[in-house]
């Protein structure tokens, strides 16, 4: 079919047909913390809030890093449309040093944070809980990024239902291993907040051992010694990952900011705060699902030297984002309390959590634009732009407008979110300005 032929409904199947595993593996993934959450509510609200604080700092710093990683998406996909099957091994090979990099960084940066937040915050059962978590979940670091690099592989190469399946049988162990060591079923003992950690920990070794098993059983010939580190390479995974991973730092960052403000004002807001980030987070799945798919296709597209194919495939996967959050801010609005009473009974957790969830609401629409657009502009080659509109969008416009409204006009954690919801808004129409002139500039 030729490029004047492609149309919004040939492109349409091929697109969910690879994004719908990538979604369901991406809430998978989500759908972790999400039970450590509901698991965290059962032991107590403080078990809540150590859990929330930790989990954000230790889930959050990865995903920085993983950003990083996230040049993989070019490089590979780029290399499939190209059908440049030396070039695409040359990547896949010299990413694993990639990621043994980045996981000696996060170590020790992850370490230093622990140490730096236990010597100057005051004791408490909240500071507890957050030492106990961060020691132990450290240990499934190599298991996160050495996963990633192999589902990017296939991913690439769309081959994505085999790490769908992964991810949903790896969700149900680390369901199985927090309600035996965190709360003590069937005998096991009640490990409380560090089986929570235990948890991640098992079923993260389980995703790696099975993607390692996948690709030696489809590459008959995968070897677990490496090539000798070309540093060529290396500068091009930095070159388009050091930008994506300082996107992904400004994007997190803030909410990063944002939970310790909330400790700010009190244990209950901080457990109102946590439950909301993890519902926004889970919604968040879904387009970053078909960012996914949109680097894949957009780079498979540029690499056979298609751009107005690739446009296409990047308008249609943010159109789909919109979609799917538009959905998601409806639920939002008409069934908060129904939706935070499956994380806690408080009273007065779910009083805040009902009034964050309605702004959670305004901004789904916003999320899902910005991070399939960024998705799309990834698979074209271009990882600044998103890093600038996001560090413009969260801090000079979202934290300082949290900031004001939540201390200066006194509307509490409330107010910080608005601040939030509004750099979201704002980063949106900076990176989709950017995808439109990007590709109409190529394609005329």
């Excluded at 604080?53 to 996909?77: E, I, K, P, Q, R």
């Excluded at 059908?83 to 370490?111: H, I, K, M, N, P």
Aim: hydrophobic letters at 60%.
């Amino acid at each position: 079919m030729t490029t004047a032929a492609a149309t919004w409904r040939t492109e349409l199947r091929p697109t969910l047909v690879l994004a719908g595993p990538i979604v369901l593996a991406q809430v998978a993934h989500m759908s972790m913390g999400v039970v450590d959450t509901l698991v965290a509510g059962r032991i107590g609200t403080v078990a809540l809030a150590g859990l929330g604080l930790a989990a954000n700092f230790f889930w959050t710093f990865t995903h920085v890093c993983v950003g990083g990683l996230m040049a993989l998406d070019t490089f590979f996909a780029q290399s499939v449309g190209a059908r440049d099957e030396r070039g695409l091994a040359r990547y896949f090979a010299q990413s694993f040093w990639l990621c043994a990099a980045v996981t000696v960084l996060s170590a020790v940066v992850l370490f230093l944070g622990n140490w730096l937040y236990v010597s100057v915050a005051a004791p408490s059962p909240t500071r507890e809980a957050f030492g106990i978590y961060l020691r132990n979940v450290i240990w499934c670091l190599p298991a996160i990024y050495f996963f990633f690099a192999l589902q990017r592989y296939w991913q690439a190469r769309q081959r994505v239902v085999a790490f769908m399946a992964f991810t949903v049988l790896a969700n149900g162990l680390n369901l199985l291993v927090n309600l035996a060591l965190g709360l003590g079923w069937w005998g096991f003992p009640r490990l409380e907040v560090q089986g929570l950690a235990l948890a991640s920990v098992a079923s993260r070794y389980a995703l790696l051992v099975a993607g390692m098993v996948y690709t030696a059983w489809r590459m008959r010939r995968f070897s677990l010694w490496l090539p000798r580190i070309d540093r060529e390479v290396q500068r091009r995974f930095l070159g388009l990952g050091l930008p994506a991973a300082g996107q992904a730092a400004s994007e997190v960052g803030v909410f990063v900011i944002a939970t310790f403000l909330m400790g700010v004002f009190s244990t209950v807001a901080l457990a109102a705060h946590h439950v909301c980030l993890i519902m926004a987070a889970f919604t968040f799945m879904f387009p970053m699902g078909l960012s996914a798919a949109a680097a894949v296709r957009v780079g498979t597209f540029v690499g056979a030297g298609q751009p107005a194919r690739a446009r296409l495939a990047g308008w249609l996967c943010i159109g789909l984002s919109m979609l799917v959050m538009a959905g998601f801010a409806a639920g939002y609005v008409v069934f908060p309390r129904t939706l935070l009473g499956w994380f806690s009974d408080d009273p007065e957790v779910l009083a805040i959590g009902a009034k964050i969830l309605l702004v959670v609401a305004l901004f789904q629409v916003a999320d899902g634009t910005q991070v399939s657009a960024t998705g799309a502009l990834r698979g074209w080659g271009n990882t600044r732009a998103a890093m600038i509109a996001n560090l413009i969008g969260h801090y000079p416009i979202g934290l300082v407008l949290g900031l004001v409204l939540g201390f200066g006009l006194g509307w509490g954690a409330v107010g910080v979110w608005v601040g939030l919801a509004a750099g979201l808004i704002a980063v949106a129409v900076m990176v989709l300005w950017v995808w439109r002139s990007l590709t109409a500039a190529a394609t005329d």
